[in-house]
């Protein structure tokens, strides 16, 4: 299975099979000499969040095919628990569905603009529902895109095109 | 795809161009994982219609998710019948959120056959006539 399960931010930038899915053959190889725990690192890290286990595998394998680093979770609530307590490194940008149980996409845009440690991470939010006030809600907030559902590779790169890494 | 027509939408195909070496069952994981949950999800609406005094918020909600992963496959008939079952959860008709909630399990149940009949035949034929089979 290419998507990832919910599973458990994955070490510090120790190791380059890192990846959360293990048979990603398509992954870069990263000589282990250049790790270290607060190094850069050259692949575009990406955080997604949504409560759909569908969803989550359909994204990942979008972001996946762009050659970006996917880690995946299922809720908002672990994603700022990920994200705070600094257990997934170097997050370049965080794409989350905006309806989610507990915690919404949007409450967690929030909490990452407000945050001196997490402000300047690009966040977008995702929808199946085509709400304008929801959209300039989320915008307003500082998102740095609002995608519909079903998302596309075509919207996915689009935005990643416009983002600067 | 010609027996698929009408059940499926552009979605499906997105996901069937997405899939490569690396993930070379990507389409059938996806979908085991839409049946997984709808499953679930089915059940769940079941309990919820049986359920009195209605919880019409809760009944929306079920099937806003059922509808938004089915939409993401491409299952374009159980998500039309889904935004029918929400309009009845609007206008607080059980009555009709019973006959919507029939055709939304016979639709799923349709395309689940004819899901499994499709990758079935996917298999039997092999990679080569998968590239032919996959154009509309």
Redesign the interface.
Known sequence: MAAAAPSPAPAPAMSPKVAVSPKAVDRKVVPVVAAAADEVSNEVHVLAVDDSSVDRAVIAKILRSSKYRVTTVESATRALELLCLGLVPNVNMIITDYWMPGMTGYELLKRVKESSKLREIPVVIMSSENVPNRISRCLAEGAEDFLLKPVRPSDVSRLCSRIRW | MVFMQGFLDE?FN??E??Q????PN?VE??VD??F??SSRLLTNIEQAIDKYPQDFYRLDSLV??F???G????ALRVKNECSVFKAHCNDRSLEGCRRSFQKIKREHATLKQKLESYFQLLRQVGPREYAVCSRK
């Open positions: 979605q997105q996901l161009e997405l490569d070496e690396s993930s990507f994981e996806v994982l839409f997984k949950d806003h998710q509808k938004g992963s939409s993401s496959i491409g």
